[in-house]
């Protein structure tokens, strides 16, 4: 069987020679490309080529392609997935990214795996949209493609969650005292990364499918082993590892950390939408660029997007150890005011938000007349995936 490296190099030579008349399947994730998305699209579509469920016509199709749903040139961006594919040995010129994929699609027809997201957009969406047969996802259900197969939407902390429990019968193992081969280790490296950084180590949004996930994992990883470093000591130095790469980003332009981790919505009335996330916090990002630049370089990339309300959140610890968020709100144009300030009236309570103090550091304040605001997020368990939705209700009104 082929391994994991050896199916991705296979899906990129199929990509690069184009698809005349083919009947394919592009297994792809959002356009946050982090590293669930990453994962869970890369492991659904190896795990779907090589151990196919019951009544899945997968030998219809010519080549199944794990797409990295960004530009080839954004991967630089993400410093936790070339940690990751270093840990894994695979070169970032085999990744299939949106702008190579879509040079090569030609006339091929083409079915839709969606892997940590219910609606397809943009470019993809226009092409494919009406073409999704598979939905794995833990966002909130835009109750669309009620037909796919397996449709199944959860929110577990992790998608790659829910890819590891699909095919749980390839990661069972029979004898946990025999070595494991090293195709289903990296394997469960692969799967074990987002899962362990989007629960922070099963200590945050953690439910118990995560658990049994990573239990299962972790079982791969240590049968047969020998070893003087305890299980929960290797997972541990994995997810360290993981996070302190995420965090490398202090060469990065601001537009780099506005793009890095991004997702935008255009909503069905015109009105378009766009949140960033970043692992640094408010104070280190305004002091790094100061004031004027921070806030001229969220218009720039507000007018690069044609974005009517934008939203900036960070997630961060402090020097004091305490996880914290932050939230900053922008309307962008006289059609995003109105519903950025209602958002801004609702958030307020639903997530916790309270105004900045002089000890928290932070070079800039809310200018509520410019339609500008910056918080203090009381509500830590609310990440994008809470604050997208209520905000998207607003654009839509």
């Known amino acids: 069987m082929k391994t994991v490296q050896q199916f991705l190099e296979l899906a990129r ?19 946050s490309a982090d590293l669930d998305s990453f994962a869970s699209s890369l492991l659904f579509a190896y795990l779907t080529a090589s151990y196919p469920r019951p009544n899945w016509p997968t030998k219809a199709y010519s080549a199944i392609v794990p797409l990295v749903n960004i530009p080839h040139e954004e991967v630089s961006l993400r410093p936790e997935l070339h940690h990751l594919l270093d840990t894994l040995k695979i070169p970032t010129s085999h990744l299939i990214c949106k702008d190579e994929f879509l040079e090569a699609a030609g006339d091929a027809i083409v079915d839709v795996s969606l892997l940590d997201h219910n609606n397809l957009l943009s470019e993809l969406g226009e092409l494919y949209g009406d073409n999704i047969v598979t939905i794995l996802d833990h966002h909130e259900d835009e109750n669309l493609h009620t037909e796919a197969s397996p449709r199944i939407i959860n929110m577990v902390g992790s998608c790659t969650t829910l890819v590891v ?31 362990l950084v989007d629960t922070a180590n099963l200590t945050s949004k953690d439910t118990p499918a995560d658990h049994e996930a990573v239990k299962m994992l972790i079982t791969v990883l240590t049968a047969g082993a ?13 997810y360290d590892e993981l996070i302190t790469a995420k965090r490398s980003i202090d060469d990065f332009s601001l537009r780099d950390i506005l793009r890095k981790d991004y997702k935008e919505w255009q909503e069905d009335n015109g009105v378009r939408v766009g949140i960033a996330s970043s692992v640094k916090s408010l104070a280190w990002t305004v002091t790094k660029f ?39 709100v922008v309307s962008c144009t006289p059609k995003g005011d ?34 500008f605001w910056c918080f203090k997020q009381l509500n830590l368990q609310a990440s994008r995936k809470q604050v997208a939705p209520l905000i998207r209700r607003f654009m839509q009104a």
């Not at 990509?15 to 792809?28: D, M, P, Q």
């Not at 990661?171 to 987002?194: N, T, V």
């Not at 370089?297 to 020097?319: C, H, P, Q, V, Y």
């Open 13 to 31: 030579t199929a990509v690069r020679t184009g698809f005349k008349n083919e009947s394919i399947l592009l297994v792809t994730g959002n356009e």
């Open 338 to 371: 109105k519903p950025a300030r209602d958002f801004v009236t609702a958030a307020t309570e639903e997530f916790k938000l309270i105004a900045f103090d002089s000890s928290d550091g932070v070079a800039t304040s809310t200018d509520e007349s410019a339609g």
């Open 165 to 195: 429990e699909y095919f749980s019968d390839v990661f069972k193992l029979k004898d946990e005292s025999d070595l494991q081969p090293q195709s289903l280790i990296d394997l469960a490296k692969l799967a074990l990364a987002p899962i």
């Open 290 to 328: 100061g004031e004027t630049d921070f806030k001229n370089g969220i218009n720039d990339w507000a007018k690069e997007r044609k974005l009517d309300a934008f939203a900036f959140m960070d997630s961060f610890t402090d020097a004091k150890g305490a996880y914290r968020r932050d939230l900053v």
């Open 226 to 238: 020998v070893s003087t470093q305890s299980s929960d000591d290797r997972q541990q130095q994995y």
